[in-house]
């Protein structure tokens, strides 16, 4: 019996484990000091809470405890990271680096520092036809270096194609010229180890309502040696998280990142390879089941998170099937900027047509989903899919009649 409706929509949000809700439960009734309350045992209790979260948190990415930095979400961390760094080190460089297919809340904020005298390049990843589709060559990062660059900004996992960036090769080639590396880590935090050091990371945001965590809480990674990266401050006020981040900490959303953190950590091979499985046969059977099924993005294996499909649909509008599935939840190729009916910037970047990027939509899968959830949504897609082809060619005959 599948509980319906389905969710597949983990790459917009993931339902919070329940391990994780229970971690939070006593700082909202309990341990509800203010963790910059220095004077009672409420605000020592809070403070204990954080500094436990903040340690293990940095040992899942190889960082140190001062490294960590609490924000409302990757969001906030992005801006905090380019603005911050922009702002601050304005004397040494005005030129900023990032490539097209990055996340909107990495594209507005450097689209504002442009208009603000900043100079940025957009670098363009490789297009579907090639054999690694969605991925930058670190060569054109190298090449696009100038004496004048800032900070180079790049997504470890996209959002939308899933597509894993060359990041180790990307943050050496920054380490050799001197150059600032910010990740937007969201997707890829939790699904597989990210080791900061490893990767010569300068910079890393990422968000706990993506791996099984509440939303409103997330992290911006700032490495303080070799170099010491100094940021200006975007939120002023009572001076916490060293001055870095102003604000009193949501101590149950720091906790409860921790834990679901932790959580990913204990569990992503499993999950992965479970989830991989899951997804394979996914596609397997929608391309055996409908016709003019195409996949978006890289091909379904290293280079592409486990969790992730996105495809098309030939001559059906990725709107009108997600309307008609009203029991399955997916989303269209411009899924995480949903207030905006523009085709998905990202397929556009992949050179697909705008009429496959409209007829394209994202199956994001996560711990919770079943495989008969799966099968229902095969089914669920199928249909619908049959169902507004013949609308579609029943309303063209009628009128060409
Ligand atoms: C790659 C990426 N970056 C940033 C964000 C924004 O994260 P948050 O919702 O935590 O602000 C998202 C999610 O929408 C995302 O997928």
Redesign the pocket.
């Given at each position: 019996m599948v509980h319906t409706p389905v969710y597949l929509d983990n790459?917009?949000?993931t339902r919070v484990d329940p391990r994780v809700v229970e971690a939070m439960l006593p700082f909202f009734s309990e341990c509800y000091g203010n963790a910059g309350s220095t004077s009672h045992p409420f605000g020592w209790d809070a403070r204990d809470a954080v500094d436990q979260a903040r340690a293990a948190l940095a040992n899942a990415i190889n960082a140190s405890e001062r490294e960590i930095v609490f924000t409302?979400?990757?969001?906030?961390?992005?801006n905090l990271a380019l603005r911050g760094i922009a702002h601050r080190a304005r004397r040494k460089g005005n030129h900023l680096i990032s490539v097209t297919t990055?996340?909107?809340?990495?594209l507005d904020p450097l689209q504002r520092l442009g208009k603000n005298g900043l100079d940025v390049s957009l670098l363009e990843v490789a297009d579907q036809s090639t054999s690694t589709p969605g991925q930058l060559d670190p060569q054109a990062v190298a090449d696009a270096i100038r004496d004048d660059t800032l900070l180079v900004t790049v997504?470890l996992?996209?959002?939308?194609m899933g597509v894993l960036q060359p990041l180790a090769e990307i943050g050496r080639i920054c380490k050799q010229r001197g150059v600032l590396l910010h990740t937007?880590?969201?997707?890829a935090v939790g699904k597989f180890p990210v080791d900061v050091d490893a990767l010569q990371i300068d910079l890393m945001?990422?968000?706990?309502?993506?791996l099984y965590g509440p939303?409103?809480?997330?992290a911006l990674y700032v490495r303080r040696r070799n170099p010491v990266v100094r940021l200006d401050p975007q939120v002023d006020g009572g001076g916490q998280e060293g001055g870095r981040r102003s604000g009193t900490l949501n101590v149950p959303g720091i906790v409860g990142l921790a834990r679901a953190v932790e959580l990913c950590q204990q569990e992503w091979e499993p999950e992965q390879e479970r989830l991989g499985h899951l997804r394979d046969r996914l596609f397997a059977r929608l391309a055996q089941e409908i016709d003019g099924v195409e996949l978006n993005g890289p091909p379904l294996g290293p280079d592409r998170l486990a969790h992730n499909l996105n495809c098309s649909f030939a001559g059906v509008d990725g709107e009108s099937l997600m309307m008609s599935m009203r029991d399955v939840a997916v989303s269209s190729g411009s899924a995480?900027t949903s207030t905006d009916p523009a085709p998905s910037h990202v397929l556009l970047a992949l050179g697909l047509s705008e009429d496959r990027t409209r007829a394209s939509l994202r199956f994001g899968l996560g711990r919770f989903n079943q495989p008969e959830e799966l099968d229902y949504a095969v089914e669920a897609v199928r249909e619908s899919v049959h169902r507004l082809r013949a609308l579609g060619s029943s309303a063209s005959s009628s009128h060409t009649d």
């Open positions: 790459q917009s949000t409302s979400g990757a969001t906030e961390s992005n990055e996340h909107k809340a990495i997504m996992a996209n959002n939308e937007d880590a969201t997707q945001s990422f968000s706990a309502h993506k939303k409103g809480i997330g995480c």
